[in-house]
């Protein structure tokens, strides 16, 4: 699983944040946590999950292909987030490529946990 150095954060203490990272990491149970990636399934700008579904084996076993980009308490949080990443993309790039504008970024965490 690839997190970006830049993930977004919906609103949550610093000390909260890391503590979901650490989780996340380790595929750990995670109430009250939800994911925005770069699309997993096909095409699209951004996917939304609740983090205990990647406690599921199909996501253990295909961890390096999941990008976290951003990390939220509630679901209405994540799409305000998803709104915030997707205006960010196009005011810096012009396009709506999600994929492109994080896999090409620099700075981008290159550590893959699974």
Same mark, same amino acid.
């Given at each position: 699983?690839?997190?970006?150095?830049? *993930?977004?954060?919906? &609103?949550?203490s610093? &000390?909260?944040?890391?503590?979901?990272?650490?989780? @996340? &990491?380790k595929? &750990?149970?995670?109430?009250? /946590?939800? *994911? @925005?990636?770069?699309p *997993?399934?096909?095409?699209?700008?951004?996917?939304?999950? +609740?983090?205990?579904?990647?406690?599921?084996?199909?996501?253990?076993?295909?961890?390096?292909?999941?990008?976290v980009v951003? @990390?939220?308490q509630?679901k209405?949080?994540?799409?305000? *987030?998803?709104?915030? @990443?997707i +205006?960010?993309?196009?005011?810096?790039?012009?396009?709506?490529?999600?994929?492109?504008?994080?896999?090409?970024? /620099?700075?981008?965490?290159?550590?893959?946990?699974?």
């Amino acid at each position: 699983m690839t997190i970006d150095k830049n *993930l977004y954060v919906g &609103k949550m203490s610093d &000390k909260n944040v890391i503590k979901i990272i650490r989780k @996340i &990491k380790k595929f &750990k149970l995670c109430t009250g /946590v939800v *994911l @925005i990636t770069l699309p *997993l399934f096909g095409q699209g700008l951004l996917e939304i999950y +609740d983090m205990n579904e990647f406690q599921q084996e199909y996501y253990k076993r295909h961890s390096d292909e999941i990008h976290v980009v951003g @990390i939220s308490q509630t679901k209405r949080q994540a799409y305000r *987030l998803v709104r915030d @990443i997707i +205006d960010d993309v196009y005011a810096k790039t012009g396009a709506f490529d999600c994929v492109s504008y994080f896999q090409t970024k /620099v700075g981008m965490d290159e550590n893959k946990n699974g």
